[in-house]
């Protein structure tokens, strides 16, 4: 069982929470599509070459993105070839399928085994895309499966920074290592390891600064705190999240190739899913990097903080009741 696996064992009535938190977060991105997508329909009983033009302008619009819209249509023409005439639902049944099978290639892969000893978790991503309120929520949350827990404040440029993952730290009850501000954020690190070690701790969590994707320094400090806890503990980081703001659509597709390229993400996060229209930029990321969405941010509640299921996120995207 993966690590964050933990999180997936639930009651059915807390399934169907999740289910009814995931419809509430995505109205806008669903309203937005389907009702382009209702619009193209009007009049039109056929899948023919006209539609899947104006259903591609539909998808990029929607946050799909060129790459992936591309995929989606192909995928259309093989699941309508033999039969183009719709009857109701029937396309949102064909666009189901379509996304579904360009998102689950990785989206249940498990992160390294929780019972192999200590873990330690990157977390990455620019600045305001909620990544210490994540690394915060998912540190209250393994304390709560009774695992030891070590948050440690590697972002050393912000004084705000340092004192949000404190309150966090608080909260859950978690060890909490930090140095100055200005400090070298590797040897924030590097000390949070040995002290990870020494302590028993089971999950190791590291905030690191809100890197600016275009910032080649920057980028290189990030290899930096990789190298130092490789040499500390062969293996580590045994897993990299990158924190994306769903609610930036292809801005934030851009910053996962910029972060992709410059270090080893293993799994991606995407905050602020509730209250946008560009939900759609998820099947983007899934698809074109194929790299497992770990969680998503529905809103402020620590529950809100949701394990990523590619089946619910794409019944409740082409939900039509």
């Not at 690394?135 to 705000?160: C, E, H, I, N, Y």
């Not at 140095?179 to 690191?208: C, F, N, R, W, Y």
């Not at 990789?226 to 062969?234: A, D, G, N, S, Y």
């Not at 993400?265 to 497992?292: H, N, R, W, Y």
């Amino acid at each position: 069982m993966g690590l964050f696996d933990l999180f997936k064992k639930k009651k059915e009535s807390e399934r169907a929470e999740d289910e009814q938190r995931m419809d509430r977060g995505l109205d806008k991105t669903r309203e937005n599509l389907l009702g382009r997508m209702a619009r193209m329909l009007v009049g039109k009983s056929k899948v023919d070459a006209d539609v899947l033009d104006e259903l591609e302008s539909v998808l990029i619009e929607a946050d799909l993105g060129v790459e992936t819209t591309v995929k989606v249509i192909r995928k259309l023409e093989e699941n309508v070839a033999r039969d183009p005439y719709l009857k109701p639902g029937e396309l949102e049944a064909h666009m189901r399928k379509a996304v579904l099978e360009l998102m689950e290639p990785k989206a249940e892969e498990p992160v390294a085994e929780a019972s192999s000893g200590l873990k330690v978790i990157l977390v990455v991503g620019v600045n305001g895309v909620g990544k210490t309120t994540t690394l915060g929520k998912l540190g209250l949350r393994f304390q709560q499966q009774g695992l030891k827990v070590m948050l440690a404040a590697a972002d050393t440029f912000r004084a705000a920074a340092i004192d949000q993952l404190k309150v966090w730290a608080d909260r859950s009850g978690a060890d909490f290592v930090a140095q100055s501000m200005g400090s070298d954020p590797a040897a924030v690190a590097h000390e949070a390891l040995q002290k990870a070690l020494s302590s028993g701790t089971d999950v190791l969590m590291i905030d690191t600064a809100g890197r600016l994707h275009n910032k080649v320094n920057l980028m290189q400090e990030l290899s930096k705190i990789r190298r130092v806890l490789e040499k500390l503990l062969p293996g580590a980081p045994h897993e990299v999240l990158l924190v994306l703001d769903a609610s930036t659509g292809q801005n934030a597709l851009e910053q996962a190739r910029q972060f992709t390229a410059a270090t080893q993400v293993t799994g991606l996060v995407l905050t602020k899913l509730d209250g946008t229209a560009k939900g759609g930029v998820v099947v983007a990321i899934a698809s074109e990097f194929q790299l497992p969405v770990r969680f998503v941010g529905l809103g402020e509640g620590i529950e809100d903080l949701q394990v990523f299921d590619a089946q619910v996120f794409v019944n409740s995207l082409f939900k039509t009741v």
